[in-house]
């Protein structure tokens, strides 16, 4: 019986394109039930798709605390969110749900329009 083989799935390998991106962080925050350590590590996934170290230079922080600030293991501030997004080309906009007991969402996208769920 032959072994079978298998590597570790990195999701950054896989966001090739800005819509590609806005995408994924918007299935993210649709998930993420109010986990900003979940939110960051998303958007770590999109920093590192995009390369770490412009990503980092663009948002004007450090290659190292931007890793640990988007590492999932803990919640960095929401004006380092801000510049990681605006590095990373993205823009949050907010939406309004209607209906009894629901929360608000929040979508991301590259050009401001709301993206295509895959």
Do not use: W
Request: a neutral charge; proline letters at 2%; aromatic letters at 4%.
């Amino acid at each position: 019986m032959a072994k079978t083989i298998t590597t570790r799935y990195d999701v950054a390998e896989h966001l090739r394109t800005a819509e590609d991106m806005a995408a994924y962080l918007e299935a993210c925050l649709e998930e993420a039930n109010g986990d900003a350590a979940f939110i960051a590590k998303a958007l770590g996934d999109i920093a590192r798709a995009k390369g770490m170290s412009q990503v980092a230079r663009d948002a004007g922080l450090s290659r190292e605390s931007l890793y640990k600030a988007l590492s999932g293991e803990r919640t960095p501030g929401f004006d380092t969110i801000l510049k990681v997004i605006g590095a990373l080309g993205l823009k949050l906009h907010a939406e309004a749900v209607t209906g009894a007991g629901s929360k608000s969402q929040h979508a991301a996208s590259a050009d401001g329009e709301k993206a295509c769920r895959p």
